[in-house]
């Protein structure tokens, strides 16, 4: 099973600022790399995919990037509606799909 | 417009079975593998299962093989997953999620969710 490890667990940004958000996997998962954004009693939102396309909708401002076992996802000047929780996802060596245990980004 | 719509969860005691379903909208659900994942109370995210878009094939975690079993009715529109000798450990909200490409088989990203159902197990 492959095993993936999110840092940090808790980001403190203020509004306008960048956040940036990692990802490793304990082995190589290629491009397979989705990451999602989570608010509080919603369902995650697909944010990228195939490590750094930008799902339909999604703003510019969300960026992916990485491959093989490093990955990171950047926000470049974080709105309000952006503070959540992110999770990424492996979809490469399955069964199982796995996630990290998430990052939750909050206002500084 | 993609939606899905879990229904089924509640209150069951440790032992128990529940029947989960998802109702599909705005897709042709063959053609689609769709998945079940789980996230406890205040937890992170946990895959449960997918199951190809023709019903024939099916995966599951470690952690409920031999429990819980993934279906489908294709005429219907929906997803079901029957959860069996429930366990505290399963409390969570379950949501059903369509694999990111239409070739009726797994091994994308997930894109549409639902809103999920709360499955509490406890006596």
């Known amino acids: 099973e492959i095993v993936m490890t999110q840092s940090p667990d808790t980001l403190s940004v203020s509004p306008g600022e960048r956040a940036t958000l990692s990802c490793r996997a304990s082995?190589?998962?290629?491009?397979?790399l989705a990451w999602y954004q989570q608010k509080p009693g919603q369902a995650p939102r697909l944010l990228i995919y195939?490590?750094?396309t930008r799902a339909t909708g999604i703003p510019a401002r969300f960026s992916g990037s990485g491959s093989g076992t490093e990955f990171t996802l950047t926000i470049s000047s974080l709105q309000s509606e952006d503070f959540a929780v992110y999770y990424c996802l492996q979809y490469n060596n399955w069964p199982p799909y796995t996630f990290g245990q998430g990052t939750t980004l909050e206002i500084k | 417009e993609v939606q899905l719509l879990e229904s089924g969860g509640g209150l069951v005691q440790p032992g128990g079975s529940l029947r989960l379903s998802c109702a599909a909208s705005?897709?042709?659900?063959?053609?689609?593998?769709m998945s079940w994942v789980r996230q406890a109370p205040g937890k992170g995210l946990e895959w449960v299962s997918v199951i190809s878009g023709s019903g024939d094939n099916t995966y599951y975690a470690g952690s409920v093989k031999g429990r819980f079993t993934i279906s489908r009715a294709n005429s219907k529109n929906t997803l079901y997953l029957q959860l069996n000798s429930l366990r505290a450990e399963d409390t969570a909200i379950y949501f059903c999620?369509?694999?990111?490409?239409?070739?009726?088989?797994?091994?994308?990203?997930?894109?549409?969710w639902g809103q999920g159902t709360l499955v509490t197990v406890s006596s």
């Open positions: 195939g490590a750094s």
């Open positions: 082995q190589s998962v290629g491009s397979n």
């Open positions: 705005g897709f042709t659900l063959s053609s689609y593998a």
């Open positions: 999620a369509r694999d990111g490409l239409p070739t009726g088989w797994y091994g994308a990203e997930f894109d549409y």
